[in-house]
C-alpha cells in the first residue's frame, strides 16, 4: 500500500507539471482528491489492514493528499498569474499609433457672415423675422410703394409664378409684414436674413438666387442720423475700425430720401485699385428713411412715426470680408472652397 501511494504521489506530480490550463489542473484534482478518487479508494480499503499498519498507512495516505493538494495550489497560482499576463498583453493599447483622424464639419462661409450680422444687430437690441420666399405681389410691390405699372418694377426682374404670386425679389416684404403685425405701434426693430430670387444671368458677381439681410426701425422720433450712426457701427464692426462709410443719393420707392451706402476700400486704402475700380469706395448696401406711404400702407401713423430700412446681400458682404472673388463659389460646394473656412486648429 505504500508503494501504491508512492506512485500516486509521483502520478499526480506528472500531471500537475503537464496542466497549462486551470481547467486541465481542475481535471487532476477531482481525478486524485476526488471521492471517487484513487486516495479515497486506498483510505477506504484500510480496514483489511492490520491494527499496526492502520495509523501508519493512514498518516501516510494523509501526507500523500496534502502533497498532492499543495501542489495543485502552487500551480494554481502559476496558471492565475499566466492568465492575467496573457490578458494584459491582449489588451494593450498601443499610445504611440497615430490616432485616426475625425473629420468635422463646419458652418458655411456664407452662414458664419449672416450668423454674424444677426448677432451684431441683436446686440444692438433688434429681434430676428422672417417671411416667405414665396411672396404676393401685394406685399413683395404695392405695400413698399411699387403700384401695378410703376416703372420701377423694371428694376427687379422677377420670377413670377401667377399674376400675384412670385418668388419675392428681396427681403423688403417682410418690413410690410412685420408693421402689419404690430398694428401700428412701436417701437419695431428687426433684422432679416432670407433668400431672395431675381432672374439674372448667373456671373462672377450675380446669381439668380442669393441672400438678403433686411433691417427696420420704427419708432417715434427716428431719424436719418440713427441710420447714419447705426450703418457705421455696423460697417466698423463687420469690415474693422478703420473702415469709413459714406452716403450717397439713390431711389427706392419703400425710402424717402434713399442711399447707398459705400465702405472706403481696404486694399489701396483709398487711393484707388481693381477692387474698388479705382473710387476707394465699395458699395455695400442701400437704405433710407421709410416712405410715409409704406408706414402708412401697414397701419403706422406717418405723423407720428418715422423709420428706417437697410438691406444688403450677404455674399457680398461675405466676398468683401473673405476675399472671395466669385459669387458661385457660395452654392457649389466644392470642398477645396469650404475647407477654406475651417478653424485653423484642425
Ligand atoms: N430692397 C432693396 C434692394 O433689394 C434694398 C433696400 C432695403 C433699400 C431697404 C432700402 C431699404 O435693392
Known amino acids: 500500500m505504500k508503494e501504491r501511494l508512492k506512485e500516486l ?35 477506504r480499503g484500510m480496514g483489511k489492514l492490520s491494527v499496526e499498519e492502520r495509523p501508519v498507512i493512514g498518516a501516510l495516505a494523509n501526507e500523500v493528499r496534502t502533497a498532492i493538494a499543495e501542489k495543485i495550489d502552487e500551480k494554481q497560482k502559476i496558471l492565475e498569474a499566466e492568465l492575467v499576463q496573457r490578458k494584459l498583453a491582449s489588451e494593450t493599447i498601443d499610445v504611440t499609433l ?44 404695392e405695400a413698399l410703394n411699387l403700384p401695378k405699372g410703376h416703372p420701377a418694377r ?17 427681403t423688403s416684404p417682410v418690413q410690410a409684414r412685420t408693421m402689419e403685425k404690430h398694428g401700428g405701434k412701436g417701437p ?5 436674413p432670407g433668400k431672395v430670387f431675381r432672374r439674372d444671368n448667373d456671373d462672377a458677381t450675380h446669381s439668380h438666387q442669393f441672400m438678403q439681410i433686411e433691417g427696420l426701425v420704427v419708432d417715434e422720433n427716428i431719424r436719418m442720423s440713427d441710420l447714419k450712426g447705426t450703418l457705421e457701427v455696423f460697417a466698423k464692426k463687420m469690415f474693422g475700425e478703420d473702415r469709413e462709410i459714406r452716403l450717397r443719393p439713390s431711389f427706392f420707392p419703400f425710402t424717402e430720401p434713399s442711399v447707398e451706402m459705400d465702405i472706403s476700400c481696404k486694399i489701396c486704402g ?43 446681400g450677404a455674399e ?31
Not at 450668423?115 to 423675422?129: K, P, R
Not at 420670377?159 to 428681396?170: A, D, G, P, Q, V
Request: glycine content about 10%; hydrophobic content about 35%; some cysteine.
Open 9 to 43: 504521489e509521483l502520478e499526480a506530480i506528472e500531471k500537475i507539471n503537464q496542466a497549462s490550463e486551470l481547467k486541465e489542473l481542475n481535471e487532476v484534482r477531482v481525478s486524485f482528491l476526488g471521492k471517487k478518487g484513487p486516495i479515497t479508494e486506498v483510505l
Open 98 to 141: 497615430p490616432g485616426r483622424r475625425v473629420n468635422i464639419g463646419n458652418h458655411h462661409p456664407l452662414t458664419k457672415v449672416v450668423e454674424e450680422i444677426e448677432d451684431l444687430f441683436i446686440g444692438l437690441g433688434y429681434t430676428v423675422a422672417e417671411g416667405p420666399e414665396v411672396e404676393t405681389d401685394y406685399y413683395n410691390f
Open 154 to 170: 423694371d428694376m427687379q426682374d422677377s420670377f413670377y409664378i401667377t399674376e400675384e404670386l412670385l418668388m419675392r425679389t428681396h
Open 188 to 192: 419695431v426693430k428687426i433684422i432679416c
Open 270 to 312: 483709398g487711393k484707388g485699385c481693381n477692387v474698388c475700380k479705382g473710387t476707394g469706395w465699395i458699395e455695400i448696401l442701400g437704405a433710407g428713411m421709410v416712405h410715409p406711404r409704406v408706414l402708412e400702407m401697414s397701419g403706422f401713423d406717418s405723423k407720428k412715426y418715422t423709420g428706417f430700412a437697410f438691406g444688403m
Open 316 to 346: 457680398r458682404i461675405a466676398m468683401l470680408k473673405y476675399g472671395i472673388d466669385d459669387i458661385r463659389h457660395f452654392y457649389t460646394n466644392d470642398i477645396r472652397f469650404l475647407k477654406q473656412f475651417l478653424p485653423t486648429d484642425r
